[in-house]
């Protein structure tokens, strides 16, 4: 199945930074639990290696930006289809939750 973003048109793009060159795809909701919904979803973005999990600035060390990418995705998901639909999806609320990241 081909990827796509609920946030940008552009999987060839780091999200974060615009650069074009390492690009990983991450699944903003990761876990495997969630693996298979954000791939449905489209809750993904394109993030250049550095960012994802090859630097200490990278998503999954850098809990600012993980919570600012979940907070983003969260929003974008809930004006495409609805905030019930993304709590029966995800089970939890990012919006209001911003100690217990899980
Ligand atoms: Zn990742």
Redesign the pocket.
């Known amino acids: 199945m081909k990827r796509f973003s609920l946030l940008t048109d552009d999987m060839k793009t780091c999200y974060v930074s615009g650069v074009t060159y390492d690009i ?1 795809i ?2 903003v909701f ?1 876990g495997t639990a969630n693996r298979k919904k954000s791939i449905k979803y489209g809750c993904c973005v394109p993030l250049t290696a550095r960012l ?2 090859a630097s200490n600035k990278g ?2 060390f850098n809990k600012e930006l993980d919570m600012r990418l979940k907070r983003e995705m969260q929003k974008a998901f809930e004006e495409k289809y609805s905030h019930e639909k993304f709590m029966e999806v995800f089970h939890k609320n990012y919006l209001e939750d911003d100690d217990d990241n899980g």
């Open positions: 990983h991450h699944e990761y994802h999990n998503v999954h």
